[in-house]
């Protein structure tokens, strides 16, 4: 393992690859809907910030500290707005 990922408690671990596989899934979406016409940017950032709005639904349901030390729903949520975002701006900016 890596030095970053060696310093996370084990739950935190399991977030960060669940994680992963949760952007893995996103991404094959998107070359599916991009199979079928849609655009990828638009596509991406729309299945990013469904998962963000999902994860954050779950972490109020389940009362989860957002002050965790360890990683909970809400860092994920964070994460995946980050990247819907990103995606946005650099779709406004390059295509």
Do not use: H
Not at 65 to 93: C, H, K, M, Y
């Amino acid at each position: 393992m890596s030095g970053w990922l060696c310093a996370l408690d084990a739950s935190s671990r399991w977030r960060v690859g669940f994680f992963a596989i949760k952007l893995a899934i996103t991404g094959l979406f998107t070359v599916v809907l991009r199979a079928g016409g849609y655009p990828p940017v638009e596509s991406l950032a729309l299945l990013c910030g469904w998962q963000s709005l999902f994860l954050a639904s779950i972490a109020l349901i389940q009362r989860q500290n957002p002050q965790s030390s360890a990683l909970t729903g809400w860092d994920e949520s964070a994460a995946f707005l980050g990247i819907a975002s990103l995606v946005r701006l650099a779709g406004a900016a390059f295509w």
